[in-house]
């Protein structure tokens, strides 16, 4: 049987969002989606982009995986897949999104995973593998030297940096950005206050969202 939430759910959808925007619906059907805004984030299910920047149908681009992390561009053609990588090839060279928001989370469970050096899930360890990438943060943060919880907090905004760096290593990317047509953005959000934090590009400190 399909989920019993999910039948409640699309049920839901039916009389409430695509009733009152079909017209939307529609229309993205016919001429395609063209979102302003790219969000990479975590799969985290608590950590939902288009709850959490309230958007509507064809507003944002969302690409999810454990932590949010942007790899490296791979210039080898014969390297394994890569879902992210191709998901910024098309945000970038055919949405050519305006901005592209990188955003991390407390309590991320990838990333205390690796801090906590967890026992692998499966003998393939793909988590593992995947969340290995992060050691040149870890390194830069160094070793827990007292509050756990600040140790693991900076580690989840040094992720969030990492993927904006390496964004700019994407040829189009740097491209844009350097054309003024694309701008990078740092965000974290707190799950348990609801508190959007967002990276200021000059001090590079992640800062409250205020409605200043």
Known sequence: ???????????????????????????????????????????????????????????MFVVRNIAGIVPPCDENPEAAFHGTSACVEF???ALEV?????MGHASCGGISAYANQAAPL???????????????????????????????????????????RNLMTFPAVRERVDAGK?????????????VLFVRDPETGRFEPYTES
């Open 1 to 59: 049987m399909f989920p019993r939430r999910l039948t409640d759910g699309y049920r839901s959808f039916l009389r409430g969002r695509l009733a009152t925007e079909r017209a939307r619906y529609l229309e993205l059907a016919e001429k395609g989606q063209s979102p302003d805004t790219m969000v990479i984030s975590c799969g985290d299910s608590r950590v939902a982009p288009e709850t959490i920047f309230d958007a509507g149908p064809g507003e």
């Open 91 to 93: 945000g970038v060279n």
């Open 98 to 102: 305006s901005h592209i928001v990188i």
């Open 122 to 164: 499966s003998k393939r360890d793909f988590i593992g593998k995947w969340m290995s990438q992060i050691k040149p943060v870890a390194d830069a943060v160094g070793p827990c030297a007292g509050d756990r919880t600040e140790w693991i907090r900076r580690m989840e905004w040094g992720v969030v940096e990492y993927s904006m």
């Open 182 to 194: 694309l701008t990078i953005h740092g965000a974290y959000f707190g799950v348990a206050t609801g």
